[in-house]
T-cell receptor, first 111, second 113 residues
Framework: DGGITQSPKYLFRKEGQNVTLSCEQN?????MYWYRQDPGQGLRLIYY???????QKGDIAEGYSVSREKKESFPLTVTSAQKNPTAFYLC??????????FGSGTQLSVL | AQSVSQHNHHVILSEAASLELGCNYS??????LFWYVQYPGQHLQLLLK??????LVKGIKGFEAEFIKSKFSFNLRKPSVQWSDTAEYFC???????????FGTGTRLTIIP
């Protein structure tokens, strides 16, 4: 089955720690996205990537980093510089002119 | 900067009432516009989308939206809501040039039986 796989489903971060959220898709999509969802704030774009080896900052990129070394993978690292990391993180992908597919999300919490 | 505004944060309606949820986008170039719905405990689902052509777009579950370029608006409508429409609704704008996809803050819709 084609789709987007996000792991882990739940993740806990200690203060000062970097953590990486995985996002893998086998849909052969060119564009991939990372959003965080907070109650009352909708989905806010963190980073996005149109093609392999290229990515752009979204609206709230500070404290996050990404890489796009392979078409199917777009991992997100939440660094220690992100002071309010507790949120639900959604990965998504699409091709031009097509609809967006979402992963099932990762809930990140701070210990 | 590209942004999407949804001014209605929480809307409460009785069953069979008509619905209109506001959405304003900012990008003046070629845009694709979307409405997504998130039912309680579920993931986002696409309700409808506008790419080009007829500005009145029909989606699933009886929803429709009208693209009005002069007003930068893409309001969602449904003539008669049902209790099962209780959900959170998100408008989204895609910049066709760089594939940047921006969501609004969402509108929580509560339908009273």
């Amino acid at each position: 089955d084609g789709g987007i796989t996000q792991s882990p489903k739940y993740l806990f971060r200690k203060e000062g720690q970097n953590v990486t959220l995985s996002c893998e898709q086998n849909l052969n999509h060119d564009a991939m996205y990372w959003y965080r969802q907070d109650p009352g704030q909708g989905l806010r774009l963190i980073y996005y990537s149109q093609i392999v080896n290229d990515f752009q900052k979204g609206d709230i990129a500070e404290g996050y980093s990404v890489s796009r070394e392979k078409k199917e993978s777009f991992p997100l690292t939440v660094t220690s510089a992100q002071k309010n990391p507790t949120a639900f993180y959604l990965c998504a992908s699409k091709n031009v002119g097509e609809k967006l597919f979402f992963g099932s999300g990762t809930q990140l919490s701070v210990l | 900067a590209q942004s999407v505004s949804q001014h209605n944060h929480h809307v409460i309606l009785s069953e069979a009432a008509s619905l209109e949820l506001g959405c304003n986008y900012s990008y003046g170039g070629t845009v694709n516009l979307f409405w997504y719905v998130q039912y309680p405990g579920q993931h986002l689902q696409l309700l409808l989308k506008y790419f080009s052509g007829d500005p009145l777009v029909k989606g699933i579950k009886g929803f429709e939206a009208e693209f009005i370029k002069s007003k930068f608006s893409f309001n969602l409508r449904k003539p008669s809501v049902q209790w099962s429409d209780t959900a959170e609704y998100f408008c989204a704008e895609l910049n066709f040039g760089n594939e940047k996809l921006t969501f609004g803050t969402g509108t929580r819709l509560t339908i009273i039986p």
